[in-house]
């Protein structure tokens, strides 16, 4: 019997059924061989801190198949994870107690199980009386239940880090994170042998540093520290800052234009790592006495925010706002009406405008920069104006010659001043409309064939990463033109040494020509008479004189 679905038992615990020392089995045959005759008297087991059963495993040597543990017949077990990370909580603890000695560190690893098992968490403490913590999180954990812990174990800790596995933060925590440190901790682990260990790294939108073993980190005074990354906790908004405030710390009012100032230098900082935040974390970054405003307060901060610097067509940072489920607030729509965008009818058109906005910020305040894509404008019903981004504007110029009118069509252009180093928008939003066609009803792929075609002419002017964007989503509109049996047929596309062959198959041919009418222009022309006897009458037309 191996596990309880049949899945093979990789990891067990050496000595008895509640040890913490785990072990992964060597799965070659050769390696498991040397391992049994280094430690004969070894006995394994399914550990209770495994969320095992606690009986006696055997391991067995196999020579045409993985090698793995095995319980013993009629044995009854209902542990659910059996691979090699089954154990990582268990190995965490071994390389943190082991890096605290070499540190001359007073502390201790504690597992937590949160509900789905031992290995939910394991929590290092450090010191005697308030202690510095380090949460190292294994299971996915809500947004809301991390900050009640969060608010929970700040409370009890001079200084509090969390550091999550793949997968396990909610994207919430990670844009709390990111707001107030600027960057989130990451663990994973690497096997070798028959244990493994952990390597941790520091990560925000933008890049990450290098995974690095425990033993380069450091429990500092402000809290633990990974190599190649700088300490950015604002002032007066960390965890523990949040827990005093909720004992009874007043917050200090300021006037107007500092809170003006302040909430935009937070929102400008959420669209440079690319997070949308939610007004409390907003009130984190720019001041707990943006807190308590009310709805007609928040909108009138917000406009003047909107007000101050950027300057016409810039984007609108209040759009990065949302609520706990990712939608933009009700009260956005007011400010959007107030600077004079017009009023959203529907809290859908308000949703896709702000997800426009908030790209359009991205583009604008990230590193690097890039060109914005165009705001969706608003009909004067609130409604979201149809989009024509791919034909551009034509007017028609008539032509006076022999024979009546000629009507002929040409592209207006910005003047060139305007276009010194920004492409054509007209290029620029040709991604946007080959997205848009590949999602409307009704679909046109001749429609898209024709946008795609002016999409290879705007890759030759178009700078980067606007050339890289609209390569990806050309190739996506060409796997989806390729899979519809209404799509034209394409020609083959000739390979590059095909086209040149043909090329210089076709110069030689005009030069073989042009050769061949210079030959004939430096010829005489031939009487086709000469040498002809003249027929009676044509030539000379004097009567002959007979001789006498």
């Known amino acids: 019997m191996n596990g309880s679905d049949g899945r093979l038992v990789q990891t067990a615990v050496i000595g008895g059924p509640n040890s913490g020392r785990a072990i992964i089995l060597p799965a070659d045959a050769d390696e498991l061989t040397r391992w049994r005759k280094r430690h004969p008297a070894y006995t394994y087991w399914c550990g209770t801190q495994l969320g095992g059963c606690g009986n006696e495993l055997s391991d067995r040597l196999y ?36 890096w605290a000695g070499r ?25 005697t009386a308030r202690q510095q913590h380090v949460r190292f999180q294994f299971s996915r954990l809500p947004h809301a239940e991390w900050q009640q812990a969060r608010r929970r174990l700040a409370s009890e800790s001079s200084t509090l880090d969390w550091v999550f596995g793949s997968g ?13 440190y ?25 890049h990450s540093t290098d995974w690095v073993p425990l033993d380069t980190c450091a429990m500092t005074p402000p809290g633990f520290r990974i190599p190649g990354v700088e300490p950015r906790r604002r002032s007066g908004t960390g965890a523990a800052d949040e827990a005093r405030a909720g004992r009874g710390a007043t917050p200090v009012w300021r006037s107007r234009e500092e809170q003006v100032l302040a909430l935009r230098e937070a929102l400008v900082t959420a669209a440079r790592f ?11 970054t720019a001041g707990s006495d943006l ?53 959203p009818a529907t809290a859908a058109v308000l949703k896709r405008w702000c997800q426009r906005e908030a790209d359009r910020a991205f583009a604008v305040y990230g590193v690097p920069s890039r060109t914005a894509p165009p705001r969706m404008p608003l009909t004067a019903d609130g409604e979201l104006a149809p989009q024509h981004s791919a034909e551009p504007a034509q007017h028609q110029t008539i032509v006076h010659v022999q024979g009546g009118p000629v009507r002929q069509s040409t592209t207006r252009r910005k003047p060139d001043s305007q276009l010194a180093g920004v492409p054509l928008l007209r290029d620029t939003e040709i991604r946007y409309a080959l997205r848009s066609e590949r999602q409307r009803r009704g679909r046109r792929p001749r429609y898209v064939a024709v946008l795609m075609t002016r999409a290879e002419e705007a890759l030759t002017r178009l700078p980067e990463p606007q050339r890289t964007e609209l390569v990806a989503e050309m190739a996506a509109t060409r796997r989806w033109l390729d899979s519809r ?17 043909g090329d210089a198959k076709r110069t030689a041919a005009a030069r073989k020509w042009d050769r061949v009418k210079k030959t004939q222009r430096g010829r005489k022309t031939k009487n086709p008479l000469q040498g002809a006897r003249p027929l009676p009458g044509v030539g000379d037309a004097r009567p002959k004189t007979r001789p006498k």
């Open 485 to 501: 049996p209404d799509t034209p047929a394409r020609k083959p596309r000739k390979s590059r040494r095909a086209k040149k062959a």
């Open 103 to 127: 540190n001359r560190l007073r502390g201790r690893a504690t597992a937590r199980n949160l509900g789905s098992g031992p290995g939910d968490a394991v929590d290092f403490r450090v010191g």
């Open 182 to 206: 600027g960057y989130l901790l990451r663990f994973r682990f690497e096997t070798q042998g028959a244990v493994r260990r952990i390597r941790l790294r520091a990560e925000d939108p933008r």
């Open 168 to 180: 396990t933060a909610q994207p919430e925590t990670m844009e709390e994170l990111y707001d107030e």
């Open 63 to 98: 020579r045409g198949k993985v090698c793995h543990f095995a319980h013993r017949p009629h044995t009854s077990c209902h542990r659910t994870a059996t691979g090699a990370a089954s154990a990582d909580h268990l190995f965490i603890k071994d390389d943190l107690a082991a």
């Open 274 to 284: 690319r997070t949308r935040p939610t007004w409390e974390a907003l009130a984190r």
């Open 291 to 343: 807190l308590g405003l009310s709805v007609p307060d928040r909108v009138g901060l917000l406009v003047a925010v909107e007000r101050t610097g950027g300057g016409e067509g810039s984007p609108l940072l209040s759009a990065l706002i949302r609520t706990g489920e990712s939608d933009p607030p009700a009260y956005v729509g007011n400010v959007v009406a107030a600077v004079g965008c017009r009023a």
